[in-house]
């Protein structure tokens, strides 16, 4: 059941420094193809990294610890002059792609790429001027186990029938 992925997908902060090999990230990265696109444009495109020297480079502009020790970094781009609804399209494939690692065992986490960060990440990896990127998504197996979500963050008070 898709259920029990989204419910073990949690936000991994810490990363084990076991390798991930290219064919789970082409798993995790086809779900993110495979995702709805605003007008089918299916304009995302996809920065893998895995050199030390370039994840240390982007930690020294985005921050938090996790970006240097996770094994691979991906980065979905997207063309703004191809897709209308970007972040929208950006965000359906990031979480496709967070439950086919969850599914797969591995970890992940939204990575937020404030707009000024953006410009200096994207002229570290030449991504082209036309593409936008919103987040970077680390890859590892987890260090730690955390605990799926269960019921108890389940909140039926945020549901509205018919009217507010
Ligand atoms: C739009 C968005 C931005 C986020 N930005 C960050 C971030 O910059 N750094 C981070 O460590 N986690 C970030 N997160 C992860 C959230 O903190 C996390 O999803 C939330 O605490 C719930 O925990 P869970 O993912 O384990 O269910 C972000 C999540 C979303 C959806």
Redesign the pocket.
């Known amino acids: 059941m898709i259920i029990k992925e989204i419910s073990n997908?949690?936000?991994v902060?810490e990363y084990k420094p076991d390798d991930v090999t290219d064919e789970l990230i082409i798993e995790i990265i086809k779900a993110g193809q495979f995702a709805p696109s605003a007008k089918n444009n299916q304009a995302v495109e996809f920065v893998v990294v895995r050199k030390q020297e370039t994840k240390e480079k982007i930690f020294e502009i985005v921050g938090?610890e996790?970006v240097k020790q996770a094994p691979v970094l991906i980065i979905p781009v997207i063309d703004e002059t191809k897709s209308i609804l970007p972040v929208q399209d950006l965000s359906v494939a990031s979480e496709n792609m967070f439950l086919q690692a969850a599914a797969l065992g591995l970890g992940t986490?939204?990575?937020?790429l404030r707009p000024e960060w953006e410009k200096g990440v994207k002229k570290l990896l030449a991504v082209p001027e036309q593409f936008r990127a919103v987040?970077i998504i680390p890859v590892g197996y987890p260090k730690n186990k955390?605990e799926p979500?269960t019921n108890a963050d389940f909140n039926d008070k945020k549901i509205h029938r018919e009217k507010w």
């Open positions: 997908r949690r936000s902060r938090q996790y986490v939204w990575k937020n987040n955390i979500h």
